[in-house]
C-alpha cells in the first residue's frame, strides 16, 4: 500500500491472532463431557457467536447425553466426528446425523428437543456452536437444515482440502443457506504443499479451532483444543504440516446487545423473563 492509496472502510490484508483461548472443559448435559471455548468467563460472546463446544460421550458409559432442554433466539450448528446423535423436538420434527453430517438448527421463537447418542458405532464425538439471530429474526418459526454426508463440499485447494459447510471457498458454495450473519464453515486439512490463504471476508468476525496438529498462522499457532480470536483483514494466511486439522469460522456481526440465561438468548432481559415465562407455562 502506498501513502496515496485510499483508504477502505474495511481493512484488507492478512489477519493475524488477536488472542489464543484454550478450552475448559466441564460435565454437561446428562453424561457428556464439553471442551468449551467459546461461552466462557474468559470469551463469553464473540459476536455473532456465542458458545462453541468440542463434545465427548464414551459408549461404555452409555449416557443418554442431552435430554429434553429448551432454546430460543439464537442457532445451534451440530457437526459430528463420530458416532451418530438423534434430534427430537416437540414439534414432532426428528433426524439423525452420523459422521461428518450436519445439522444447522435455527431455534427462532423455540423448542424443546433432546439431543440423545447411538453408541452403536463407538464414542460419539463432535462440535456444537451457537449462533445469534438478530433481534428482527430471534421469534421466526423454528428451521432445520440437516445436511446428509453426500451434500457436504469437497473443496480440494492449494496445500490443503476441506469439508465446506456454510459460505465460499476455493470457488465453492456450502450446502447451508439462508443464515442471517452469511458464515463460513469449513473443516480444513491441511496437504503440506504451500502455504494457504483463506479469504474470510474483511467485515467477519473469524476464528480458527485447532482438531489435530499445530496451525502455524501469523502471530503464532493454535493447538487442538484452542481457539484463535482473529484481527481484521480479508484474508486468513495458514500452514502446517500434512495432516494439520482446524475449523474455520466466520460470520458478520451483529452489534446488537446479547441478554442471556442458559439456553435464551435474547437482546433485553425482559425477553429473556418472557422466554423462562413462556417455558414454564409449555409455550416453546
Ligand atoms: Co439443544
Not at 38 to 53: C, E, K, M, R
Not at 71 to 89: A, I, N, Q
Not at 93 to 105: K, L, S
Request: charged share 20%; aromatic share 6%; glycine share 12%.
Amino acid at each position: 500500500m502506498t501513502a496515496n492509496t485510499p483508504r477502505t472502510t474495511a481493512p484488507q490484508g492478512a489477519r493475524q491472532i488477536a488472542k489464543i483461548f484454550k478450552a475448559a472443559s466441564q460435565a454437561e448435559g446428562a453424561g457428556a463431557l464439553v471442551h468449551r471455548t467459546i461461552g466462557n468467563h474468559a470469551l463469553s460472546v464473540l459476536d455473532p457467536f456465542l458458545l462453541l463446544d468440542e463434545f465427548e460421550l464414551k459408549a461404555d458409559r452409555r449416557s443418554p447425553g442431552f435430554p429434553d432442554h429448551p432454546h430460543r433466539g439464537f442457532e445451534t450448528v451440530t457437526y459430528m466426528f463420530s458416532g451418530t446423535m438423534t434430534h427430537r423436538d416437540n414439534a414432532g420434527n426428528a433426524g439423525t446425523i452420523g459422521p461428518g453430517e450436519v445439522q444447522w438448527m435455527t431455534a427462532g421463537k423455540g423448542l424443546v428437543h433432546s439431543e440423545t447418542p447411538d453408541y452403536a458405532t463407538g464414542d460419539v464425538h463432535g462440535m456444537q456452536l451457537w449462533v445469534n439471530l438478530p433481534a428482527k429474526d430471534k421469534m421466526i418459526a423454528p428451521r432445520y437444515q440437516d445436511i446428509p454426508l453426500g451434500d457436504i463440499v469437497d473443496v480440494a485447494g492449494d496445500g490443503y482440502t476441506a469439508k465446506l459447510i456454510a459460505g465460499e471457498l476455493g470457488g465453492q458454495t456450502g450446502p447451508v443457506t439462508d443464515i442471517a450473519v452469511a458464515p463460513l464453515y469449513a473443516d480444513i486439512t491441511l496437504t503440506g504443499t504451500a502455504d494457504v490463504h483463506l479469504p474470510v471476508g474483511a467485515t467477519r468476525t473469524a476464528f480458527l479451532y485447532g482438531i489435530a496438529g499445530d496451525v502455524q498462522t501469523k502471530g503464532g499457532a493454535v493447538a487442538p483444543r484452542a481457539l484463535a480470536v482473529m484481527t481484521d483483514g480479508d484474508t486468513i494466511a495458514v500452514s502446517g504440516a500434512a495432516g494439520t486439522r482446524f475449523l474455520l469460522v466466520a460470520a458478520e456481526p451483529i452489534g446488537e446487545p446479547v441478554a442471556r440465561y442458559g439456553p435464551f438468548v435474547m437482546t433485553t432481559r425482559e425477553e429473556i423473563i418472557q422466554a423462562v415465562e413462556d417455558f414454564k407455562n409449555g409455550r416453546l
